[in-house]
């Protein structure tokens, strides 16, 4: 039962208090596309219109809804792997044709998909569209697809997006009014009884709000996609909005970022409906993204060759000329070998040869074959160039033989200096009888670029992974407080209707598609995985025990290359590691599995017939190719030390008296009060929070990358009823008193997981420890000791906005109040125009500053002067940072803020700006409390 509870005589701070405090658990088609377009998710074409019995609440229409699916009759592994289709940008370049902008029109519908495996229904989604290529990087077109289309981003060069919001229909998805949430309407909360879902309340249903934030990407605050930036398809627009078009500079490190919706109090049905995808950000100055061409043109992966014979696949061979293999192709009448493209970084030579073995096995002795060179820049509209042709007779026999072929002075011309997308293509034309194995090796006259030692093209596999569950019509299940599944956590139907604070889908969804099957060659693959579900926590584990070797995470590669057999993923984060299916045998088929408990950590152990199962990977036959030997340093990340007090967090929920979860909320503050996390540009900080809940969260900071620093169990029972007797019960009126966790610590430091030890931007913070990180508020790329506080370093100014914001990314929680505003803030200086000061939420916050690590909120608009800094002028200065609830001189308080004061808690009585003369006891100003 949660209370309130006054102790008598001296409060110690470090003597806690034994109170004891009870948690009890318990659409059819876009019509503004053309009527041409193929709209498809993940290469599936999607038609028809959206009308399930999901898709009422327009006032009553359809009053029931299809029975749950039951996942037991899903077959798994049915369904091939989609490949992520990948926008296609219109290019600013230079006067030298350099790549110097790219922008994207991005449109947000609703559509139906091919979830389910084939002779299920489809599904009515939510998805990103716009012009794409698909997962191979070919036929453009437009595309819808859930997952959305990846963003391609370059380091340094700047992207521009412009977002259009086209859900004109109601939601099909159970908006809850009673929750503080976007409400384009400005409908009033709905009082009990309440009307079921559906068809829900109208005026809540539609419009659909919207706006995406760009998760994990430096950018200006009105770019990010904080919550109240959102935005209507009729024109509404949220107290906060700026623009829809955002502009994103690409400063951060490389790494796989990603994008979703963010619209206050409906995230979790948006992203729930499929509004999230990737942006990977790759750095042309980073030798682990450069895309060589030297396996190419030296012949050492079979796979950067595609033959124009399914039935003929090009092999290794020991014998070579250079390196440490070559190609082997068993060749019959014509076959042509064409390489995957590759960026060409100086002009052709004027001649090019190949290494070319002739196998002494000739059934025609007066036709011995010969080889074709046929080059392509289609970026320079270059196709199919045919450069020569060399004939076999007069050759060596079973030995190689250097091939020339001179290039046609029209194809150098065309080619110029560079291509970006370059490909050749070696035709090899034989008897149609012939016998023996042709070796091909060393392709000279092109300039050799080292390749990454990471694999790439089709061997780079970006998945996103949801947990959902359907109904037998195909529609996603999502179930209400009125009607939750049994043992729900967090459901209060006569305080929320709808909303609820826990729930866990029965299937995997893997880019789009139910337990999917990836055939897989005998390579080394590359995997970027982001766990998309809404509050889901995965640990993946493969089936034959094989290890992950983990070469990045949220923000970038790791320090080195690291191994662990179990990848520990919660909501948001992403992890990029490599498997190396080389070592198994043709038909080898091993299956990616989770075995993280549900809502950890009380939960219990997922189905391993179902949400236990994420997807199969199949072996096929081809020849094995090993992995290459990574460097033992991937990475140069900053060691980070703290300048600034550490900040204390709690995560808490509300409780009713008979124990039953209300909301979540961090520090005891809702999300609209007053702004109290006031970051200095430039510094560093370590964050604590202190996990009073028992359920395991993830936390996201915008804007910047931190570093996970330890965690440590403590007493967090006695913790939270001391916490609740300084402060009185949650939600409070009032700024949060901390207390220092450290007394209450009982268990030793755990550090850093391996999928964790790099840049992150969400942290796990687990039920019953304190999660310390560290954050610098200036770009993640600069290295150790770079950087003050108050120095800006980043390419944009962060500073006096309408803000960046951090909270609980389980998408129910941070819909129920788990979310809290942030403003970076800079340091005062003499002679700049302040204005009236202002850390609300909702609001374009202004006229704060740090001054020697101390904030301070302008209470006139003036312009400083020097040597009258803030703390010596009381009169145009308050003090605003009260991150331990000590009392001090120049903070303003009003009636009811809370202090400590020579081991007591003391309660203000009337409005006053603090000195000596009315500091606690004066009984004129203040209450004891405690």
Known sequence: MAYESYARGPFARRAP??????????????????ANTRVAIAAVTATGTSATSTTSGTGGTTATQAPKLDPNTIPKFQTQLQRLATYVPALTKDAHGNVVGKSYNVSVAQFMAQQLPAGFPQTTLFGYGGDTVDGFGQNENFRRTSPGPKFEQTRGVTATISFSNQLTGPHPMPVDPTLDWANPNNFPKPSPPFLSFPPGYPQAQSPIPHVTHTHGIEVL????????????????HGPEFVSTTYSQPSSNQSAAFWYHDHSFGVTRLDVGMGLSGYSILRDPANPLDQIGNADTLHFEDPYVWISSVAGIQPSLDSRHTEGSFSMAVAAKNFVSLKSRPFPLTQALASTLSVDFFVPSQQPNPYFYGQVQLVVDCPSKNVFSQFVGQVDFTGKPLNTFSRLSFPVPANISSAVGASCADFDIA????VPSNATGTYLVDNLLGIRPVANTPLPTGEFEVPMIVQDRSYRTDGSIYYPTAQNPPPGTLGATPDVHPYWILSFDGDTQVVNGTVWPNMDVKRHAYRFRILNSSNQRFDQFELSNGAPFTVIGDDGGYLRTPMTTN??????TERVDFIVDFSQYAPGTKIIMRNTEPLQPPFGGPPDPNNDGLVMQFTVQDGSPVRPKTLPSTLNSIATLTANRPTRLLVQNVQTDEAGNILQAELDGQLFHTLTTELPTIGSTEDWMFINTTPLTHNKHIHLIEFQVVERTPFDDVRYLADWKAVNGNPPFTHPTLKLDPTPYFNGPVEGPRPEESGWKDTVRTPAHQVTRIRVRWNPQHLPTGAGSPGQNLFPFDPTDSVGYIWHCHLLEHEDNEMMRPMTVIPTWAAGVSYPVGFRGSPGVNKGLVDFNGVDYQARVAHTSVAGQPPNTRPDLWERINNQNGDWAAQIIYQIGDRVFFGGHVYRALQAHQASTANSPPNAAFWALVL
């Open 426 to 429: 070696v035709n090899i034309n």
């Open 221 to 236: 605050p009105q770019y990010d996609g904080t919550p109240d930036l959102w935005f209507t398809a009729n024109g509404i």
């Open 566 to 571: 179990a990848l520990l993923i919660g909501v």
């Open 17 to 34: 208090i034994a109170v004891l405090l009870a948690i009890v658990p318990a659409c059819g088609g876009d019509p503004n596309e053309p």
